[in-house]
């Protein structure tokens, strides 16, 4: 018999874990090149072009890691969705990137490939010592099947093209030197080991709180692929339990006990669903993840309602994936007392996918492909094992036909996420390609209506500009169609109507559908300001800002508006008395409203009630000149000259000193 040369070996084995490594970091890097070209889009605003914290650099970490993870972008905590949001380390990363490159989506993109190609690397050095295949030809082994088709898979390109999917990608990342560590420890036995682990672990839950799920599938790993005792297995779990115990003390403290439900559909998809429909819609949904795992098409960054409508027990294509969950379910059954690997793919699948099933709590929206980043992993390493054993009774050189079925998925897979990336160029194109698959989608529509009124904003051609406003017209209206007291959709159809025709009836005929449902909306207010200011009707002026004041009789503004109105247009100053009255009950410390107060009572020859209001006004702004000139001109009209005297001196002081 041949004797191994143990030279021989050793330069296969290096050989077999080097060759693969490079090829498939290569190999990714280029698939995803092209991410490179593209802008910021979709959530990038949140975490970082519009994120207050990011945009502080290095200076912002404090405030990254002690507040929610919207509170950047809102400026204050916002309870959108149950639970809030503590996944500090990816905005962290972006700010250090921030202080060193600015605002550089190129930067960005080019960490996100970096990051997911050393995710694919790491995935095959895992997967082929989970299976021991170090000494067979590398093309061969399953790790780098598996972690080829990771590479490859469509479904990732949200995760990595969007900058803002860095975590889930570091996430998963932490979350597989976790695994790797934890199996290190078992096999040595080296305490220093827990350190590492321990760590690994809690970067991945600061950079996505789904990491959790690794509590489950690392001590599964170790029951399938190692022979280790519970007592141990359990053992080495232990310093995952006090990152995990630490994170989740430290998120609570952040984001404080779980917000109610929203009652916006937007946020809660389930909102109008009987019982019934809500668990129907959930399993056509893990129906749809995994079609989407074996033909990813079509693909889209939206499946808000009604994308996906909500279903019954009766349609088929509830009880298709109903059925087929629970084959998965048997054979997982069957399978697992045997240690087959085809069990704990499917489990490693599953077990991912249960925090955005919609089973445990209500994530905000029915799915998204971001959701599957994980769920993958079990996917391909499932479609591995089953590829190579339809060639196990093959001799080794042979085997090679495997390739037959492996290459073209490879590279109709490699098309397709190429193409995929260049959606993602930035919100325009991102929004309006998408539109054209989540039709029936509320936010779809209303984000490419938003899109195109940007666009028409910087089109000089104005037939073009035209036709940019008719088509965002056509998507707002059939979001409000789908959502009809969808405030976004209402306010930005307002918006579009006014810059296509200056039309100020439609505006704000759907201005006024938000207010009906939310009589504080600013954006509303805002907007009819800027409008009703660039308008000479008065008419329409005071009828529009008298149905506001109806709304909402707590906000001083519309009051303040009509007083003025009423008084320096109309020049009917008992009515600008009364509306500037009721403005300066709601706000007493208004400096305009307490000057035009002034103004007002002087006119109507009221000179105690004038005086009085242009004084408190000069306490509040002391540094305006014709202000305090008001004031020597009352009592000048009241025969105090001396008094008179002294505001016009103190007046030319103001004016002296601003010179």
Not at 109 to 120: G, K, P
Not at 482 to 498: K, T
Not at 532 to 561: C, V
Not at 593 to 621: C, P, T
């Amino acid at each position: 018999m041949k004797k191994l040369n143990p030279d021989n070996q050793s330069v296969k084995s290096t050989f077999n874990h080097y060759c693969p490594a490079i090829l498939l970091f290569a190999f990714t890097c280029i698939l995803y090149s092209n991410t490179l070209l593209n802008n910021y889009a979709l959530d990038d605003a949140i975490t970082i072009t519009l994120n207050d914290y990011t945009k502080k650099g290095v200076h912002g970490l404090k405030s990254i890691f002690s507040e929610d993870s919207f509170t950047g972008f809102f400026g204050q905590k916002k309870d959108l969705v149950p639970g809030g949001r503590y996944r500090p380390l990816s905005i962290a990363t972006f700010a250090i990137e921030y202080q060193f490159f600015g605002e550089n989506p190129t930067i960005n993109h080019l960490i996100n490939v970096l990051l997911y190609a050393f995710t694919v690397v790491l995935l095959y050095i895992l997967i082929s010592r989970l299976f021991n295949e170090l000494f067979k030809p590398w093309f061969m082994q399953l790790g780098f099947i598996a972690a080829l088709l990771f590479a490859v898979h469509p479904i990732h390109t949200e995760v990595v093209a969007n900058i803002k999917g860095r975590d889930e990608i570091l996430a998963l990342l932490f979350s597989l030197f976790t695994l790797m560590g934890y199996l290190r420890l078992l096999e040595t036995k080296k305490y220093i080991l827990l350190i590492p682990v321990f760590l690994s672990f809690f970067l991945a839950l600061l950079s996505k709180e789904n990491a959790a799920v690794f509590l489950a599938i690392v001590p599964l790993t170790a029951w399938f692929f190692r022979n280790n005792s519970l007592k141990s297995i359990i053992t080495g779990l232990y310093p995952m339990l006090v990152a995990a115990l630490l994170y989740f003390i430290i998120r609570q403290t952040v984001t404080g006990t779980g917000q109610a439900v929203s009652q916006e559909l937007m946020n809660n998809p389930f909102l109008y669903a009987t019982s019934n429909q809500r668990l129907a819609t959930i399993i056509y949904v893990l129906g749809r993840y995994f079609k989407l795992l074996v033909f990813p098409h079509p693909q889209t960054y939206d499946y808000y309602p009604y994308h996906i409508a909500l279903q019954n027990f009766e349609d088929f294509w509830v009880i298709l994936p109903g059925l087929g969950y629970l084959l998965m379910l048997v054979l997982i059954g069957l399978l697992y007392p045997q240690k087959n690997p085809l069990a704990y793919a499917l489990l490693f699948y599953i077990v991912a996918l249960i925090p955005f099933s919609n089973l445990l709590v209500n994530i905000g929206t029915f799915m998204n492909e971001r959701f599957l980043y994980f769920p993958s992993v079990g996917f391909v390493i499932l479609v591995a094992i089953l590829l190579k054993s339809i060639f196990v009774k093959f001799t080794q050189k042979n085997q090679i036909y495997l390739y037959l079925i492996l290459v073209p998925i490879v590279i109709l897979f490699s098309i397709k996420t190429y193409t995929r990336n260049k959606v993602w160029k930035n919100d325009y194109t991102l929004f309006t390609t998408d539109v054209l698959t989540s039709y029936n989608s509320a936010k779809s529509n209303c984000t490419a209506g938003g899109a195109l009124i940007e666009k028409a904003k910087s089109e000089k051609n104005p037939t073009v500009k035209k036709a940019l406003l008719d088509q965002s017209v056509y998507y707002l209206q059939r979001s409000v169609k789908i959502h009809p007291n969808y405030a976004d959709a209402l306010l930005l159809l307002g918006n579009a109507y006014y810059d296509r025709d200056k039309n100020i009836d439609s505006t704000y005929y759907y201005y006024k559908k938000i207010l009906e449902n939310n009589p504080w909306n600013e954006n509303v207010y805002n907007n009819i300001n800027l409008i009703l200011n660039k308008t000479e009707n008065i008419d329409k002026q005071i009828l529009i800002y008298k149905e506001l004041a109806l709304f909402n009789p707590n906000r001083w503004e519309a009051f303040y508006k009509l007083g003025n109105i009423y008084g320096k247009v109309k020049q009917e100053i008992d009515s600008s008395l009364y509306y500037l009255n009721k403005a300066y009950t709601l706000n007493p410390s208004g400096i305009q409203i307490n000057k035009d107060l002034g103004v007002a009572y002087g006119i109507n020859g009221d000179f105690e009630n004038s005086l009085n209001f242009l004084i408190q006004a000069m306490k509040l702004d002391p540094s305006d000149a014709q202000n305090v000139i008001n004031i020597g001109v009352t009592y000048q009209r009241m025969g105090n000259i001396a008094e008179a005297k002294k505001y016009f001196d103190e007046a030319a002081k103001i004016k002296t000193s601003e010179n």
